[in-house]
């Protein structure tokens, strides 16, 4: 059941390929789990292309990670602490492919130049006191 499953997944990905074409704009949207150390998160970004030639383009790239990390919980239910980093990233890049005409082999050079900011935040709750701290 797994291999078809592989290879309904496999046939639509190939299916869905297509050459870029001159003058046009791509945008592509990722997003996934991470799992650090004893913690959750999620991360993803927005990409966004302009072809300029057949086998040229250059756009941007928006990017974000977001993890709670370090949870802990005391035995008897009265504290909590959290450990939140936030990245956040900007690029500008561009992509040059090599490929032939009507080649399915296209490799590529590509370059970016961009900046990110991590964020971290801590945080603890003491429900015996009514006492709730934000580091």
Known sequence: ???????????LAIAGVHAQEKGKIR????????????????DGGLDVRYNI?????????????FMAKDMTI????????????????????????FNKPNSAFAPFLGAGLGSFEVFNVGATLDQSNSQYTIT
């Not at 005391?74 to 492919?97: E, I, K, Q, W």
């Open 1 to 11: 059941m797994k291999k078809i499953f592989l290879l309904a997944f496999v046939m």
């Open 27 to 42: 945008v592509g949207v990722d997003a996934g789990l991470t799992f650090p150390n004893s913690g959750f998160g999620i």
């Open 53 to 65: 030639m057949d086998n040229l383009n250059a756009g941007v790239r928006f990017g974000y990670a």
């Open 74 to 97: 005391s035995t008897d239910g009265l504290t909590a602490s959290v450990s939140m980093h936030v990245n956040t990233n900007f690029l500008v890049l561009g992509d040059y492919y």
